[in-house]
């Protein structure tokens, strides 16, 4: 079980760190990814993190302001968000790929767990 937490409203150019703590006995052997959802808008990618934290892969319009990381001794993933945007309103969630990629996941599709989200508002 995924369960996501940290976010709230912030003003423009503020920062939240989100955190997603998995409740699983298995979770250093999964990529873990977080996605978000505006309203009216499909579910969309923003970043991916390997089973041990060596790699990660961001969507185009986070890279320089977001940083995945995990702990996997507590864990926990995390979505540290800086330089924030009104057009970073969104549910965010976290979700876990249990499949072995030769690249890490970004499709809604290829993630096997999914926690229930949490809200993230920046107001302008």
């Known amino acids: 079980q995924l369960v996501e937490s940290g976010g709230g409203l912030v003003q423009a150019g503020g920062s939240l760190r989100l955190s997603c703590a998995d409740s699983g006995r298995t979770f250093s052997n999964y990529a873990m990814g977080w996605f978000r959802q505006a309203p009216g808008k499909e579910r969309e990618f923003v970043a991916a993190?390997?089973?041990?934290?060596?790699?990660?892969y961001y969507a185009d319009f986070v890279k320089g302001r977001f940083t995945i990381s995990r702990d996997n001794a507590a864990n926990t993933v995390y979505l540290q968000m800086n330089s924030l945007k009104p057009e970073d309103t969104a549910v965010y969630y976290c979700?876990?790929?249990?499949?072995?990629?030769?690249?890490?996941?970004?499709?809604?599709?290829?993630?096997?767990?999914w926690g229930q989200g949490t809200q993230v508002t920046v107001s302008s």
């Open positions: 979700a876990a790929d249990r499949s072995w990629r030769p690249t890490l996941a970004t499709m809604t599709g290829e993630y096997d767990y």
């Open positions: 993190i390997n089973w041990s934290g060596d790699r990660t």
